[in-house]
């Protein structure tokens, strides 16, 4: 039914991202007037990151995450750009909804960090309890919110009763109504200055934090945990591990390669920004080790599918895993050495 | 990875097309959509498998009399104990009572509500099972 009492349309320009978070950040801050792209984003962001934390359960399995933590790249992005953000959670569903609608009625586009597993519009077999995924919400049509959800290539509709539900997802990192906007652009943003401050951050944070699940220890210490799997678990259970450290590396939202991709893709579009070809130069150096990421996927999926070829183990993919490791500690020392 | 290696393996995604970041042949990025890969479409695979494994167990158990409804519900909605607490504001305490044929025969058309509305389906679906 068509009411033009009951119907808001703002302008917003839709573009698929890989990974929602950045994907909503650059276009939130494009929309606001700052020309930011989904790499730039995620690289200021610092969306980069590794850690495998085997007492962290989610779904029953161990934590294995390639990105930092949820509404960072959001937050820290608008930090480094000087942006004053507005970030809003909510105890009662109601007055969360409602204020959305005000902020819509106002014109204003916002963000909402959402669970994956109550968008109908979402494929069954991606429903899962995940609850760090953002969207931009810039309308609405008489019960239905119009919604640009960054992961997919084109914008969506929801019923006011799903995002609801989706909104007030429970579980590990429950999003409680979690709502942001850019607040006021100011007048002159650096972004060169943002774009050193982020590599930065992304590059002590992978080799200089001495925890052993975090950064490049981290991916040392998966390393280790994939080769006692075979000997621990049982055998479908080894490969239930497996199969989990690929869907985190590889499912949908990371661009391949646990983000690795995406972070070349930034160092490629900061080079001239910065004026600094070697960035150019690290970039081909990630992509590489990307791929290399993108073979411990493969080797692992023919493990769990038991067609192992020839010198598929785990000791095999647990080789890879420290060559990853090795690599980005020099990869990440280089790069900040570049920046400092 | 190059553009030209970039994968089209449709899986389960309901010809959902991601984007993925890769290089083109002159060495700048560039972005492709994609259809999947199989790399990943095997673990997809094998995680929903086990899935429908743990839902065929509730559901045996439930059939045996040894567990209440709300433990296949709670299974189906790939939930846990902890979880349904959340949803809920019931203790785990009373969950774990209410997971049983007794706890569960005993609870108030208001309690079963609370389980039905956190699993967006009506009561009269949550006491019963396939």
């Known amino acids: 039914m068509h009411d033009p009492v009951n119907e808001i349309v703002l302008p917003f320009e839709h573009r698929q991202s890989a990974h929602c978070e950045s994907g909503v950040t650059a276009n939130l801050f494009r929309q606001a007037g700052v020309p930011l792209t989904e790499p730039l984003a995620f690289g200021i962001g610092s969306g980069l990151f590794f850690f495998h934390k085997p007492f962290i359960k989610m779904g029953g399995y161990p934590l294995t995450a390639f990105r930092y933590l949820p509404g960072h790249v959001f937050r820290r992005a608008a930090k480094l750009l000087g942006i004053p953000v507005c970030a809003k959670q909510y105890r009662d569903p109601g007055l969360a909804m409602a204020d959305l609608d005000r902020f819509l009625a106002s014109g204003r586009p916002v963000g909402l960090q959402v669970g994956v597993y109550w968008l109908p519009y979402f494929p069954p077999a991606l429903r899962f309890h995940f609850n760090a995924h953002n969207l931009v919400v810039y309308g609405k049509r008489g019960d239905d919110y119009l919604i640009s959800d960054p992961t997919l290539d084109v914008p969506v509709v929801c019923s006011s009763a799903a995002l609801r539900k989706a909104r007030f997802a429970k579980g590990i990192m429950a999003p409680r109504g979690c709502l942001y906007y850019p607040d006021k652009i100011p007048p002159a943003i650096d972004i060169p200055l943002a774009i050193r401050r982020g590599i930065l951050k992304t590059c002590s944070r992978m080799v200089d934090i001495p925890m052993p699940f975090l950064g490049v220890r981290g991916i040392r210490y998966l390393a280790s945990s994939v080769r006692k799997w075979p000997k621990k678990l049982n055998e479908r259970d080894a490969r239930l591990q497996l199969a989990q450290v690929i869907r985190m590396q590889e499912e949908i939202g990371t661009g391949g390669a646990g983000f ?80 400092a | 990875m190059k553009k030209e290696d970039v994968p089209q393996d449709a899986g389960k995604l309901g010809g959902l097309l991601e984007l993925a970041y890769v290089v083109s042949a002159s060495g700048a990025y560039t972005t492709v959509q994609s259809s999947g890969w199989v790399a990943k479409n095997v673990a997809n695979d094998l995680v929903w498998e086990e899935l429908g494994r743990h839902q065929e167990t509730a559901l045996r158990e439930v059939k045996e009399g040894l567990k209440s409804p709300l433990a296949y519900h709670m299974v189906r909605f790939q939930m846990n104990e902890e979880m349904l607490a959340d949803y809920t504001r019931f203790s785990r305490r009373k969950i774990r009572r209410h997971l049983t044929p007794d706890g569960f025969r005993a609870l108030e058309p208001d309690d079963l509500r609370r389980y039905a509305d956190s699993f967006n389906i009506k009561v009269d679906e949550l006491c019963t099972t396939p």
């Open chain 1, 260 to 339: 690795r991709f995406l972070f070349g893709a930034f160092l490629q579009e900061a080079a001239p920004l910065l004026g600094m070809p070697a960035l150019a130069g690290m970039s081909v150096e990630i992509t590489a080790i990307g791929d290399v990421w993108r073979e411990v996927a493969l080797r692992s999926a023919r493990l769990c599918k038991q067609r192992p070829v020839a010198g598929d183990d785990y000791d095999s993919i647990a080789g890879l895993l420290l060559q990853c490791a090795d690599r980005e500690e020099q990869f990440f020392k280089d790069l900040k050495g570049l920046c």
